[in-house]
């Protein structure tokens, strides 16, 4: 058989040369690929340990009932109930916010590869005094106050934060109860996974 391809590259190096090039640009692609899947399942890693370390950072600053961590394949969804971080009709962030957040920007900072999404929400009872004439207006600008918070505090780019505003639109419970209500008042980050 040697002999076989002794013969035909010495009939065409032309082809030889190229078969030749050929094989290594798919060692090269083959070890690229391998590469960037030992790449992707260290960022699925560090995303997991990043959601783990939150949720014991939440139950060890007592917020476990008021914010809860969920992690899918595609994202990681933390859910922070809004009174923990701003006032009635308000947008400002609370001081009792800036501990709960910065516990957050020092883990979204290490995960320098995900999108984050910083969603607004409220309930649906009409704003009735404020600076904010809708609940739609209101859940952008506390939306917007997290994603401000988490650029300027964590130097997290801003091309990797997107801002949405739901208002009342996206609700999680009932609105005929406080309890439902309550819930319905949150800001939600989620991660989007790689």
């Known amino acids: 058989i040697m002999a076989i391809v002794k013969e035909i590259i ?3 190096p032309e082809q030889a040369a190229h078969a030749s090039f050929l094989s290594g ?15 992707d399942v260290i960022q699925k890693f560090r995303e997991k340990d990043a959601a783990e370390t939150l949720k014991a950072e939440l139950e060890k600053a007592g917020l476990k009932d008021l914010a809860d961590i969920e992690v899918t394949d595609k994202i990681i ?4 109930s809004a009174p923990i971080l701003f006032s ?3 947008a400002k962030l609370e001081p009792n916010a800036l501990g709960v957040l910065a516990a957050m920007g020092k883990l979204l900072h290490k995960l320098d590869k995900n999108d984050i999404l910083i969603e607004g929400h409220t309930d649906a009872v009409p ?19 997290v994603v401000e918070y988490l650029s300027a505090g964590f130097k997290i780019p801003n091309e990797r934060l997107i801002s949405a ?30």
């Open 165 to 194: 505003a739901y208002g009342e639109y996206r609700p999680v419970a009932p609105n005929s109860t406080a309890q439902g209500r309550a819930r319905n008042r949150r800001i939600e980050i989620l991660v989007i996974r790689r």
């Open 77 to 80: 969804r933390i859910n922070i």
């Open 25 to 39: 640009f798919d060692k090269k692609m083959a070890d690229a690929e391998k590469e960037k899947k030992a790449e």
């Open 88 to 90: 009635s009709g308000r």
């Open 127 to 145: 704003i009735k005094s404020g600076d904010y004439a809708t609940n739609w207006e209101l859940s952008a600008a506390r939306a917007d106050a």
């Open 10 to 12: 010495a009939a065409n």
